[in-house]
């Protein structure tokens, strides 16, 4: 039994304080042994109270049955969170929840000891991506997911999903390193070769009284397989002209239409290191304050591989080029903007003073920065191979773009039956994204600006929840939450096409109700239903995009509406003394749902472009199944699922009426996993996996019916396998292989073949 004063250290996480203001459930004793539960007062461990669906996974379990990289790998059987992780060490990985899909980052909250590391400078599976890379895995103590935007401390970004990830804090002296390689077996293509990753780690702890800490340092170097592919349209006719060449793949876009493959791009290649730590201390009054940081440096080398070779066999990257009978002029930009160099230094800290006595009243302060100390893409315009070794380019900056979040939350127990929850929330996120000229892409400096998009958006809010217990088996949780949001300082400008457009400012208030009934009919049994408003205001990007039309540069609507989301939800679970089974029906109803879309631009020409707009109304409704059970037919082996069939659809759409009852881009109708572990004893741990995921759409209008193919959406049936052995208390090693049926599908890019993970941990 861990004693009460563990608990009260672990409360002092600033994600377990962001949980702790909100009374609430985590079923705990679903997912971790009986004797990981302590509880005391309101902190993540004792969240019975919690209004959201909530599903968990402790390290102790992550340790059995995953193959853990990166931390986002902690998340990958958890219901409904699929993280778009094209390769190890990505630094575009959004999450996907029940309705959204990975173009939706701005639709789920990720923090980590409280640290917001959702980028929601922006709302896309880009530069809007979380930042996984602050954090490292072997830290990671559990991980929390809060589905729908049920709790009123969280802003209407809880739409999708809350990820909540807390680390560990030594109770003494501990250090450990590790040793961590994997190898993928990639073919595709012109493509037919071995991707290598290799990691390490070390970490460092302690606590002396009052006080602890912890430090962990991790170097990544990643080889990914390519992103991407050079392709041209098949034209109808035939002709003689061009170079002659062999090399290409027949094959149809994600339209259907015949073109040709003519190369790989975005093969990456990236040497990250972050250095992550935490350091805590408890004054006697019952006051713990404590500073939560993470740097993270990644440095990426793209390269692209041509298939296409003239009779001398050299490699032909651009001109005109004769493909079995067909011309095709290829412009230097097919292979070159495959080419790039990206340099990235991001630091995240995080202050949390909090009172956790478990009396009456307790409080919580936790302001946290997120800052782009640099960030530089730099990319070629000539044609290759010359433009390997320099000439002109361009960059694009994101230096000084950052947020800031400060949240004031207290919690009031006047009654044995009433429990009180309140805060105040201000956060400002800041865009400066400049482009610049490049004499030399390699290494010349900064000449000209090309274009600069620019702004802030800043959110106020204050809220309050009332949970009472009428009778035991009864629970009434009501809660709202007021919001004031801002964009202002929004600037636009482009030397050619000429634009320079400073921003109108623009505001919205906001008023989000919420409420959840709960009722335990029969001991093990718990009806649950919950109904809550949420506004998800547009990111900084969203409102200062610069798109442009021909020969000019337009921002087409700086003045967007926030999403208006009704969710409800109605659920039933059933748990015993080994596993609990569950269904949840669930319903999304949005109105001006942000999304990217083809429309003319400007209002009322005939030029068409794809950018974000509002879309009048979108619908999601569906049921999720989760089911758990240990100690099936023999003790140590354990069983855990989950299936979801989700039915989104377009009700309304008046600039683009093709989409009216069309399904939602990237969110397919059936998802689902299953994981079986067996840990026969202290020693060994097996298990095996599997991920489901049907096809899915990537564009509005459903107008891309091919799935399997680049920029296509297809289907997958993944498989993988973990063993871990403990050669003594100090070493273990854990050896496995994700998608060891060596699925080859695409989600947009194509995804990692099999792979096998291997590693050596020493734990002093």
């Not at 350091?279 to 009054?285: D, G, L, N, T």
Request: neutral net charge; contains cysteine.
């Amino acid at each position: 039994m861990c004693r009460p004063t563990r608990l009260r250290r672990t409360a002092l996480s600033g994600v377990s304080a962001i949980i702790l203001a909100v009374p609430g459930t985590v079923r705990s004793a679903e997912l971790a042994s009986a004797d990981e539960i302590v509880v005391i007062g309101k902190s993540i461990s004792d969240s019975s109270y919690l209004p959201t669906t909530t599903e968990s996974v402790t390290a102790e379990t992550l340790a059995k049955t995953t193959n853990v990289l990166t931390p986002e790998d902690a998340v990958r059987y958890l219901p409904n969170i699929v993280v778009r992780q094209r390769h190890v060490g990505d630094t575009q990985s959004p999450v996907t929840t029940r309705t959204s899909g990975v173009g939706a980052s701005a639709r789920s909250l990720i923090y980590v000891d409280g640290m917001l590391i959702s980028a929601l400078i922006g709302n896309n599976n880009t530069s809007a991506s979380p930042k996984w890379g602050l954090i490292s895995p072997d830290a990671v103590e559990r991980v929390d997911v809060l589905y729908g935007p049920f709790a009123a401390a969280y802003a209407g970004n809880s739409i999708g999903a809350v990820v909540a990830f807390t680390t560990r804090m030594p109770e003494a002296f501990e250090a450990s390193v590790q040793a961590q390689g994997a190898l993928q077996w990639f073919a595709n293509y012109g493509d037919d070769s071995n991707y290598g990753t290799w990691r390490l780690a070390a970490n460092i702890g302690d606590r002396a009284g009052n006080f602890s800490y912890r430090f962990s340092y991790n170097h990544l170097d990643n080889a990914g397989q390519p992103l991407a592919y050079a392709t041209a349209a098949m034209p109808v006719g035939t002709s003689t002209a061009g170079t002659g060449v062999t090399g290409a793949f027949n094959d149809a876009n994600r339209a259907g239409a015949r073109i040709v493959v003519l190369g790989a791009t975005g093969i990456e290649h990236q040497i990250q290191d972050n250095l992550s730590g935490r350091a805590s201390y408890e004054f006697e009054s019952g006051i713990a304050a404590a500073y939560t940081f993470g740097l993270f440096i990644n440095g990426n080398d793209s390269a692209v591989n041509s298939y296409l070779r003239d009779a001398g066999q050299n490699t032909i990257h651009a001109g005109t080029v004769n493909i079995g009978g067909r011309a095709y002029t290829l412009a230097a930009s097919t292979f070159s903007n495959g080419i790039y160099r990206q340099d990235e230094q991001q630091l995240a800290q995080g202050l949390s003073v909090t009172s956790h006595n478990g009396g009456m009243f307790d409080f919580e302060v936790v302001g946290t920065a997120f800052d782009y100390l640099k960030s530089h893409q730099r990319i070629p315009s000539g044609a290759l191979p010359a433009a390997l070794t320099g000439g002109a380019g361009a960059t694009t900056n994101l230096d000084g773009t950052g947020w800031y979040t400060l949240d004031l939350k207290g919690i009031l127990r006047p009654l044995t039956d009433h429990v009180l929850t309140f805060g105040a929330h201000q956060d400002r996120f800041k865009l400066r994204n400049p482009r610049y000229v490049l004499a030399d892409w390699v290494s010349g400096g900064d000449g000209a600006r090309l274009s600069g998009s620019y702004g802030k958006t800043r959110t106020q809010a204050v809220w309050f929840q009332e949970q009472w217990n009428p009778r035991p088996t009864v629970e009434v949780t009501a809660g709202v939450r007021y919001e004031r949001w801002k964009a202002f300082e929004g600037f636009n400008i482009s030397a050619a096409p000429a634009l320079n457009v400073t921003q109108p400012e623009i505001a919205h208030d906001a008023v989000s109700p919420k409420g959840v009934l709960s009722l335990r009919p029969a001991p093990g049994w718990e009806v649950k239903g919950a109904v809550g408003l949420a506004y998800r205001f547009p990111t900084v990007t969203e409102l200062y995009q610069a798109i442009a039309t021909g020969t000019t540069l337009s921002v087409p609507n700086p003045s967007l509406k926030p999403e208006r989301a009704l969710s409800s939800e109605i659920s039933a679970e059933r748990s015993w003394s080994t596993g609990s089974i569950r269904v949840s029906v669930f319903d999304e109803r949005i109105r001006n749902t942000l999304l990217s879309q083809t429309a003319p631009l400007p209002a009322g020409s005939t030029t068409l472009a794809n950018y974000v707009q509002n879309v009048d109304r979108t619908h999601a409704s569906g049921v999720e199944l989760v089911v758990r059970q240990r100690n099936l037919v023999i003790p140590g082996f354990e069983l855990s699922g989950w299936v979801t069939y989700v039915r989104a659809k377009v009700d309304a759409d008046a600039v683009f009426p093709a989409a009216v009852g069309k399904n939602l881009p990237q969110v397919p109708r059936f998802r689902g996993a299953m994981v079986a572990a067996y840990a026969p004893n202290e020693t060994w741990a097996f298990s095996a996996a599997a991920r489901y995921g049907d096809r899915s759409f990537a564009t509005l209008d459903n107008s891309d019916p091919h799935a399997n193919t680049f920029q296509g959406f297809g289907a997958y049936l993944v498989a993988d396998v973990h063993a871990r052995y403990r050669f003594s208390p100090h070493l273990a090693g854990n050896v496995g292989i994700n998608n060891i049926n060596d699925r080859s599908y695409f989600l947009f890019h194509p995804f990692p073949q099999r792979t096998l993970v291997a590693d050596l941990r020493y734990t002093y």
